[in-house]
């Protein structure tokens, strides 16, 4: 029995992380640096700025998307 060694507040018996831990590894191996832009670009931020920064950083993503969505568009 051992403390989970990224949160260090949950049990864990077989591995190193917990569930929750393990899934934000996953999320973070997936997503690579865009993660770590997010997480300093957003949660290290007073709670007012942290909504601001979410539409803001929301608004990026859509906007990308839809740019790709129009570069394909015109190449077909």
């Not at 949160?7 to 864990?12: A, D, I, K």
């Not at 770590?36 to 803001?56: A, S």
Request: glycine share 0%; proline share 1%; aromatic share 10%.
């Amino acid at each position: 029995m051992f403390s989970c060694v990224f949160c260090e507040e949950n049990t864990v018996y077989t591995s190193y992380l917990c569930s929750s831990c393990r899934a934000l590894k996953h999320i973070k191996l997936t997503y690579k640096q865009r993660f770590n832009e997010v997480i300093n670009n957003v949660l290290v931020r007073t709670p007012e700025k942290q909504e601001y920064k979410i539409k803001d950083e929301i608004k990026k993503d859509i906007e990308k998307c839809q740019y790709s969505l129009r570069s394909a568009t015109k190449k077909a």
